[in-house]
């Protein structure tokens, strides 16, 4: 499966953006998805993550109650609401894909097979 990131942008503190991940390729329904991120001078670290065939999402800390991961299987499309936005939400956001995702390694990016190119956010204060 090919993934392409979309949707970022520059807004300022409070403001809302919605990011999509487009996926190419048949069963799509059958990946699990996650978001990660990149600040500048900082390793990856995950964001959220949609288990597939319905399962559940899970959200990091830093993140939880602000942004909501939601997919649409039929436009093989994954989102990630980001709201009430901060300058330390400034990054690069990457989605990513597996077929075999547990819930104990959904933070390690080794984990995931397949990664789109990255999105960059950047709020101001």
């Known amino acids: 499966v090919q993934l392409q990131a979309s949707g970022g942008g520059m807004v300022q503190t409070g403001d809302s953006l919605r990011l999509s991940c487009a996926a190419s390729?048949?069963?799509?329904?059958?990946?699990?998805v996650a978001w990660f991120r990149q600040a500048p001078g900082k390793e990856r670290n995950f964001v959220a993550a949609?288990?597939?065939?319905?399962?559940?999402?899970h959200y990091s800390d830093p993140v939880k109650g602000r942004f909501t991961m939601s997919r649409d299987n039929a436009k093989n499309t994954v989102y990630l609401q980001l709201n009430s936005l901060k300058p330390e939400d400034t990054a690069i956001y990457y989605c990513?894909?597996?077929?075999?995702?547990?819930?104990?390694?959904?933070?390690?990016?080794?984990?995931?097979?397949?990664w789109g190119q990255g999105t960059q956010v950047t709020v101001s204060s």
């Open positions: 990513a894909a597996d077929r075999n995702l547990i819930l104990s390694s959904i933070e390690l990016q080794s984990q995931y097979d397949y």
């Open positions: 390729g048949p069963f799509f329904r059958t990946y699990s």
């Open positions: 949609s288990f597939r065939n319905g399962g559940r999402t």
